[in-house]
């Protein structure tokens, strides 16, 4: 594209034209060489064309996951002028994940056990168990190494799920200015996102909970509305 002569009403206009396509050169293409072991074990299906239900393991390299991660940071860091601004914006990526994840993993789930009367549970504490074991492990690799519920008075309606080696905080380098800043924020929005799917709305929120032996041990904190504390109880439950 080519600059053409400028508008002579404004100094700063200018107009573009396409330059003449030049004539088409042949060219050669050199194939790839294939490995030993990829010829013998066939074409590789297209990701597209996989069975749906039965693409379960992880397909995400960890590094690829992270380099990821770490350029969703730095746009959301662009776009925030504090640390509570930050962890609120990362945790709105993640709930967008979370509500996603969790329509997949219930209809995996659905399909695979009893697919013509699907069974979607009402009670609190199954539903807190299946998100700290089956749903921890299928999104973040493992299963969450604990879940507590309050014994504060007055904080019934608070759950706590700890992990020791949170997925997120591995790839990212905390400056110390920014020490307050919990990138396990994204965990978070992922938890809430799928509480809500699921009919248990809550305010879900990362802290840091170091030890000696798991510097980056995380604790994501649960607060369930009181919708959800008075069905509980009226169900039967406390």
């Known amino acids: 594209m080519a600059p053409a002569a400028a508008a002579a009403s404004d100094p700063w206009a200018a107009t573009y034209a396409l330059n003449a396509p030049r004539p088409a050169q042949a060219t050669r293409t050199y194939p790839l060489p294939v490995p030993p072991e990829a010829q013998a074990a066939g074409p590789v299906p297209d990701i597209l064309e996989r069975p749906r239900d039965k693409t379960r393991a992880s397909e995400v390299d960890l590094s690829a996951l992270q380099f990821l991660f770490a350029e969703m940071v730095a746009y959301a860091q662009t776009r925030v002028s504090g640390i509570a601004e930050f962890e ?121 909970v170091p030890t000696d032996a798991h510097p980056n041990r995380t604790t994501i904190l649960i607060k369930l509305e009181r919708s959800v504390m008075e069905r509980e109880a009226a169900l039967g439950g406390s």
Do not use: C, Y
């Open 88 to 208: 609120r914006l990362l945790s709105a990526m993640g709930a967008r994940v979370g509500h996603r994840a969790l329509v997949l993993l219930v209809h995996r789930k659905e399909t695979s056990a009893n697919p013509k009367k699907p069974r979607r549970e009402t009670r609190l504490l199954p539903t807190l168990l299946w998100l700290h074991t089956a749903f921890w492990k299928a999104v973040f690799g493992m299963q969450a190494d604990s879940l507590e519920r309050s014994t504060e008075s007055g904080r019934n309606d608070e759950f706590m799920i700890s992990t020791n080696n949170p997925l997120f905080t591995r790839g990212i380098s905390i400056p110390k200015e920014m020490a307050q800043l919990s990138v396990e924020a994204f965990a978070a929005g992922i938890v809430e996102g799928a509480l809500d799917a699921l009919g248990f709305p809550a305010r879900v929120t990362a802290h840091g």
